[in-house]
């Protein structure tokens, strides 16, 4: 039980935190708008290194309550961290499942944030595992209808699985649990996902190397919409595997999957 004292203090003190944390990204904004482009490499990691001191930091931070202020916060330093791709280039992207365990951790409902993990941290960092970890972990604590549309974090863990790990009793099971998540909404979005799920689980039911899958899957990722980068990499794959991408009417892109898996 807390004291009046630390009543008053404790969200002064949380306040004060987040007042040094929006510092820091003002500061660091205008670094951004004012660095010169050949920013030394050294200097480049130094501020890799700032991110990692400052991320421990707020890991170790308590929330005294305001665990969705904290999570919001930092997944903003996220998305700065993600957009740079100047820095990201010269560094990659390792610090990624830092910023977004720290995002779940206060917040494991914001679904956001979990696409930003299959996306930052299994396609660009290279880290599948710590990604399909973290989404393993948190989707204990979530349900079908909360929050709405979690049954996007089962689609994401099968990508992950799939496409990354090539673990494809993994990946179909997820697939599956996407889809009995999905029917629990009569929208059609939901049932987009209903549709792609099952389909993807029956073609690894008949062939766990199947192309089909892979396409079916890669259409997921091109249908999340993500920044133009990962959309061409989507593009790109299902090309590779003998499939098509074209643009209907209405300015979606539709897959046009080969005859033969």
Do not use: C
């Amino acid at each position: 039980m807390l004291s009046a004292r630390e009543l008053i203090i404790a969200p002064l003190v949380f306040s004060l935190s987040i007042l040094a944390v929006t510092s820091n990204q003002y500061l660091r904004l205008q670094e951004l708008v004012t660095a010169p482009e050949n920013r030394s490499g050294e200097s480049v990691e130094k501020d890799d290194q700032k991110n990692a001191l400052r991320l421990k930091l707020l890991d170790n931070m308590p929330s005294f309550g305001y665990s969705n202020i904290l999570s919001k916060w930092v997944y903003i330093e996220f998305l700065q961290y993600f957009g740079d791709d100047q820095q990201r280039q010269r560094t990659g992207y390792g610090l990624s499942p830092e910023f977004l365990k720290i995002v779940l951790k206060h917040d494991p409902r914001f679904l956001d944030a979990y696409l930003s993990l299959s996306v930052s941290t299994s396609l660009y960092a290279g880290m599948p595992k710590t990604a399909v970890n973290l989404m393993a972990t948190n989707l204990q604590l979530l349900s079908p209808k909360l929050p709405p549309k979690s049954y996007y974090v089962w689609s994401y863990k099968g990508i992950d699985e799939l496409l990354f790990l090539g673990d494809h009793q993994a990946a179909r099971q997820s697939f599956i649990k996407a889809a009995t998540w999905a029917r629990e909404y009569d929208d059609p979005e939901a049932q987009k996902v209903v549709f792609f799920s099952e389909k993807t689980a029956n073609f690894l039911l008949r062939n766990p190397d199947s192309k089909f899958a892979r396409i079916a899957t890669w259409s997921m990722v091109l249908q999340n919409n993500m920044d133009g980068k990962t959309r061409q990499i989507a593009i790109g794959e299902i090309e590779n595997l003998g499939g098509k991408v074209v643009v209907n009417n209405l300015g979606l892109p539709i897959v046009i999957f080969p005859e033969r898996d």
